[in-house]
Structures are given as C-alpha cells and as structure tokens.
T-cell receptor, first 115, second 114 residues
C-alpha cells in the first residue's frame, strides 16, 4: 500500500478482554515500531522489530502486552486482560532498510478505549 | 526528568503571525532531531530532520534550528495559517547501541485563531 495501515481505527473493549491491533507497514520496510500515546502525552516507545525478530521490547509495560511479526511484514500487538489504563492511541511506524532513522512513516493509529 | 523538554506547553496566536517553539534535550549520544506535526486524532507527520552537523533546515513556512553544543532546537513558523493548529513534537533519535529509538517530547499545542 501507499502508507502504513492500522486496523481497526477505533476499538472499544471491556476490562479484562483480549484485543489485537494490526499494523500493515509499507511494502519492503524492514523495521517496524510500535508506540502508544496517552491523552496529553507524547508517544511512548513499546517495541521495535527488525525483520521477524523483536530487536528491542524494553518498552512493553508488562507481560500482558505482546507483539509478533511472523513473516517480517504485518505486525500484531496483542493485549491480554485489558485495563482502563491501557486506553491510548497505538501507533505503528515502519522504515526501509538502510535509511536508519530518516525514513519513518507513521500510521494513523488505533484508538483503544477500555471501559 | 524527560530527556526532551519543550516550551511553551501551549500557545495561541493570531492568523498571519509568526511563532517560535523551543526544544531542549539531554539525549546522548545524539543521532538526529526531528520536529513532527500532529493533528488531533492523526499520526505524527515529519516536518524536519536535522543531524548534529546541521544548524538550520527549512520546510516551507517551517524553519528549524539546532545548536548541538547547547542541545537546543527551535521551530519557527512564519505567517501562520489556521491549518497550523496542531501539536508540535520535538523528537530526538537515541542511537545508543542496540537501543535505537525515538525519545519524544510532550509537545507544544498551537492554536491559530482568525
């Protein structure tokens, strides 16, 4: 596709439920990042994939959060036993091989609301 | 203490006026600094990207400056338009070892009024 696509754009779920957020990066982009942004805050780093492997998952807040990228393209962020404090906009970004930090392209985000 | 601090937190200006937003950072080693514009409900969009060797970079009515010695950057908006109303976020790329990631400021919320 032309850009980074994230689905769904909005998700409302009940406390304790399981949710999956999907990111379709730009075709050929090898690196993929997940960020989340709470109301009034800047984006917070969650996890970074280089290809299929998670190169840095130090930003995942706890073990309820997990992300995969099995074929090195589409990534899914999975949140178990959701809590109201998980409510935020979750952004995905991808960059092509060799462009380092200069090629970041962000998706429009998934707004997650846990009630 | 946030490694990237921005000021002011919010700003209201009249259409057509100029404004300058400030960013101070402590991230080291420093790879590059970027300014993003984020409209409400949208993903951040890059305005400028500057390496430590660049002092000024322009993108239309947006001009960013960088002083890598004092670790300060500014974003100057000329002849503001109503569509400039958004959050402007300063971001520094932390290139330390394998822990490469963006360090985000909290942003300046700009409102341009007619």
């Amino acid at each position: 596709g032309a850009g980074v696509s994230q689905t769904p754009s909005n998700k409302v779920t009940e406390k304790g439920k399981y949710v999956e957020l999907r990111c379709d990066p730009i075709s050929g982009h090898t690196a993929l990042y997940w960020y989340r942004q709470s109301l009034g805050q800047g984006p917070e780093f969650l996890i970074y994939f280089q290809g299929t492997g998670a190169a840095d998952d130090s930003g995942l807040p706890n073990d309820r959060f997990f992300a995969v990228r099995p074929e090195g393209s589409v990534s899914t962020l999975k949140i178990q036993r959701t809590e109201p404090r998980d409510s935020a906009v979750y952004f995905c970004a991808s960059i092509p091989l060799g462009q380092g930090a200069n090629g970041y392209t962000f998706g429009s985000g998934t707004r997650l609301t846990v009630v | 203490k946030n490694q990237v601090e921005q000021s002011p937190q919010s700003l209201i200006i009249l259409e057509g006026k100029n404004c300058t937003l400030q960013c101070n950072y402590t991230v080291s080693p420093f790879s590059n600094l970027r300014w993003y514009k984020q409209d409400t409900g949208r993903g951040p969009v890059s305005l400028t990207i500057m390496t430590f060797s660049e002092n000024t970079k322009s993108n239309g009515r947006y001009t960013a400056t960088l002083d890598a010695d004092t670790k300060q950057s500014s974003l100057h908006i000329t002849a503001s338009q109503l569509s400039d109303s958004a959050s402007y976020i300063c971001v520094v790329f932390d290139n330390a070892g394998n822990n490469r990631k963006l360090i985000w400021g909290l942003g300046t919320s700009l409102a341009v009024n007619p």
